[in-house]
């Protein structure tokens, strides 16, 4: 919503001055299309040329996040932790064995199955699932296990960084792209010098309006679109740190509750569910 209102303050407040100034529309309309062909068509191939297909894919999809922001809401994160809870508290109660049939088949398992959001998740499961595995293999370490996931989730956020950083790749060049735009039209421009000053002015406008929409691309729309798919990629990070911390809680020897309660409190605050709320969902839980 935020982003909607953000692009129309853009070209209205932009476009706006430039027209209560006395701006003629005329030369930007009709230097506009061979502009941004020259501009975007070179951004378009140097972005090709510079990512691999996954962050090429990654990169469209996540402007698509922008405007939709993070995929994890308030009830996921009360959702994660209380299929932790039960797992934690299978392991604790029930031993090793009642765990290996939900950690080795997690789409059978009945424990996933009832939070279908984080089962789609297959980074979140396998990440919860090699863990648990981990542990049942006398993996009992707590250091060494954190260090091991905290490998994982390096690599899992790096990889999903990339995608925000070809954007960001993208709005740093689109302004010398611009400027090679520009002096195409300079080159053009000098090709006529014998025609008369209102010509030229015309052919030099034109070609100042490559500047201005390389830098007008670059630090109004691509840019923003880069730093906020940055700050969603951030955000989302959190999930997984979540499980970090609660796994590493409990093989500390801490009650379920507790590995739970640890876990709440990395979780953003603007999704975090208060001790009442968590402490809710999970008697609802336990009295199943």
Not at 106 to 133: G, M, N, W
């Amino acid at each position: 919503m935020f982003q909607i209102i953000g692009i129309v303050l853009l070209f209205g407040l932009v476009f706006g001055s430039y027209a209560i100034s006395g701006g003629k529309f005329e030369v930007i309309l009709h230097a506009a299309p061979h502009e941004l062909m020259a501009i975007g068509g070179a951004g378009i191939a140097a972005f090709l040329i510079s990512n691999s297909m996954p962050v090429i894919k990654g990169a469209m999809g996540g402007l698509g996040k922008t405007f939709a922001g993070p995929k994890w809401k308030k009830q996921d994160y009360k959702d994660l932790l209380s299929l932790l809870f039960q797992l934690t508290k299978t392991m604790k109660s029930k031993g090793v064995v009642a765990l290996e049939s939900h950690i080795e088949k997690p789409k059978e398992s009945t424990i996933f199955q009832k939070y279908p959001k984080v089962l789609k998740d297959h980074f979140a499961v396998d990440f919860i699932c090699d863990t648990l595995r981990m542990m049942t293999m006398n993996l009992e370490d707590p250091h060494q296990v954190e260090d091991a996931m905290e490998k994982q989730l390096e690599k899992h956020h790096h990889e999903h960084l990339e995608n925000a950083h070809a954007l960001q790749n993208l709005a740093d060049g689109l302004p010398a792209l611009g400027i090679v735009a520009a002096v195409l039209g300079v080159i053009k421009t000098m090709g006529s010098i014998t025609e008369p000053p209102e010509v030229l002015g015309g052919m030099i406008g034109g070609a100042l309006v490559g500047t201005f929409m390389g830098v007008f691309l670059a630090y109004g729309l691509v840019g923003p679109f880069a730093a906020r798919l940055t700050a969603i990629i951030n955000e989302e990070a959190a999930y997984y740190k979540i499980i970090q911390s609660v796994l590493v809680a409990h093989l500390h020897g801490n009650a379920a509750q507790i590995s739970v309660e640890i876990g709440r409190g990395d979780i953003p605050s603007s999704s975090q569910p208060s001790f009442s709320e968590m402490e809710e969902a999970l008697n609802s839980i336990t009295a199943d």
